[in-house]
């Protein structure tokens, strides 16, 4: 059994209701479908972000959607399926709602060694807007990739990995001290 249907099956989807105008029962096979994605683009027209936001205000389903996706990213996922999930748990963790997205900063906080591996792996070293979702007092890793600006402040050492552009991961330090030399304070 993989972590991300175990993180699904702890919540009773029906009770939330979607950004669809829907129950979000039906988000519990999407999540799993996300992670059994092989390319970005099947993982994208899942439209998991249509469900759990409209534009930048969370729907109920956000603070467990986030937690699904911490644990989707604990397993084996395709580059485009981690991709579509570090994307959608940067808007997550950066809402109009500041409860939710202190919600969901804290579920991602839990994980943050995952978004360290995704960090140094390559996956998640550039962004289309250089977004910080931890608040004052964080830290965001933001890069760029070749055709693009590079980041202001310092490019993770690894490269790229095929397929994945414009991620972001963007980590929360403070209660955990403070992260490695390679990321550098604002």
């Known amino acids: 059994m993989r972590l991300v249907d175990v993180e699904v099956g702890r919540y009773d989807w029906s009770a939330f209701e979607c950004g669809c105008g829907?129950?979000?029962?039906?988000?519990?096979?999407?999540?799993?479908?996300?992670?059994?994605?092989?390319?970005?683009?099947?993982a994208g027209a899942l439209r998991i972000d249509d469900h759990a936001l409209i534009q930048?205000?969370?729907?109920?389903?956000?603070?467990?959607?986030?937690?699904?996706l911490?644990?989707?990213?604990?397993?084996?996922?395709?580059?485009g399926a981690r991709f579509i999930c570090l994307d959608l748990l940067g808007r997550l963790v950066d809402t109009d709602d500041e409860d939710s997205a202190q919600a969901c900063q804290a579920i991602a906080c839990?994980?943050?060694?995952?978004?360290?591996?995704?960090?140094?792996s390559g996956i998640s070293r550039s962004s289309p807007?250089?977004?910080?979702?931890?608040?004052?007092?964080?830290?965001?890793?933001?890069?760029?990739?070749?055709?693009?600006?590079?980041?202001?402040?310092?490019e993770p050492?690894?490269?790229?990995?095929?397929?994945v552009e414009n991620a972001v991961v963007?980590?929360?330090?403070?209660?955990?001290?403070?992260?490695?030399?390679?990321?550098?304070?604002?």
């Open 157 to 163: 050492p690894s490269p790229v990995a095929p397929g």
């Open 22 to 42: 829907k129950s979000a029962a039906h988000l519990a096979d999407d999540l799993r479908l996300l992670a059994e994605a092989q390319s970005r683009e099947e």
């Open 170 to 186: 963007e980590i929360r330090a403070g209660q955990f001290g403070r992260p490695t030399g390679e990321l550098l304070e604002r």
């Open 70 to 79: 911490m644990a989707a990213l604990a397993g084996d996922l395709s580059n």
């Open 56 to 68: 930048s205000f969370p729907q109920e389903s956000a603070v467990p959607v986030t937690s699904v």
């Open 129 to 154: 807007d250089c977004r910080s979702c931890a608040g004052p007092g964080s830290h965001a890793v933001r890069c760029g990739t070749s055709g693009s600006a590079a980041c202001p402040e310092r």
């Open 110 to 120: 839990q994980g943050l060694w995952l978004l360290y591996r995704d960090l140094w």
